[in-house]
Every structure is written in C-alpha cells, then in structure tokens.
Nanobody, 115 residues
C-alpha cells in the first residue's frame, strides 16, 4: 500500500501565495512520477501539475506562470508553490503518484481563495 498525505491548504485572499506539500510513504519503491490534481465544486478532477523522476514537468495551461511543482526525492515529497492565487483556483487539491504497482491518490486538501 501507498499512503499520500497532503498539507498546506487553507483560506487565502486573491493575489496571495501558498505552498502545498505531499509526503508519500509505504510501498513506494520505484515512484515514477508525482503531482497534483484538483477538483472544484461541480467540476471534474483536473490535472494541475506533474513531475516525473526524470524531471519532465507538465502544467495545466490555466496555472502556467503562477504555479511551480518541485520534488524532494530523498523525502518522497512533492510540493506545489502557488502564486497570484485566483478565486477560480478554489478546489480540493489531490496528491497523485504513479509507481509500477499502480496509481495512488491522497485524500485531498481544501484551498479556498477569496476575492
């Protein structure tokens, strides 16, 4: 089993910055990629950013230039630095990882951006 635990969500005002963290534990040998998805009320879950072990990064168009994903492989942790937050960034943010055994999700952390 793989456990992903997110932290760092909360309530912020538009224009502010926030960093989310996600720590992976358990049977995590061979992590190939980690990243973040989000789901706003009434919408489908969507990709925010992912990063492979090789350093390949993929960002959603809606967050390019405002969000930076990074990883600490020694700590099996992935971070999401978010700047210039907008009300439309309000969502539950889910940590995601892909290993040879499969795909795993965290329980999510709520981010609310007030206008």
């Amino acid at each position: 089993q793989v456990q992903l635990v997110e932290s760092g969500g909360g309530l912020v005002q538009a224009g502010e910055s926030l960093t989310l963290s996600c720590a992976a534990s358990g049977n995590i040998f061979g992590i190939a990629a980690m990243g973040w998805y989000r789901q706003a009320p009434g919408k489908q879950r969507e990709l925010v950013a992912t990063m492979t072990n090789g350093g390949t990064i993929n960002y959603a168009d809606s967050v390019k230039g405002r969000i930076t994903i990074s990883r600490n492989n020694a700590k099996n942790t992935v971070y999401l630095q978010m700047n210039s937050l907008k009300p439309e960034d309000t969502a539950v943010y889910y940590c995601w990882t892909y290993i040879p055994l499969g795909t795993y999700w965290g329980r999510g952390t709520q981010l609310t951006v007030s206008s």
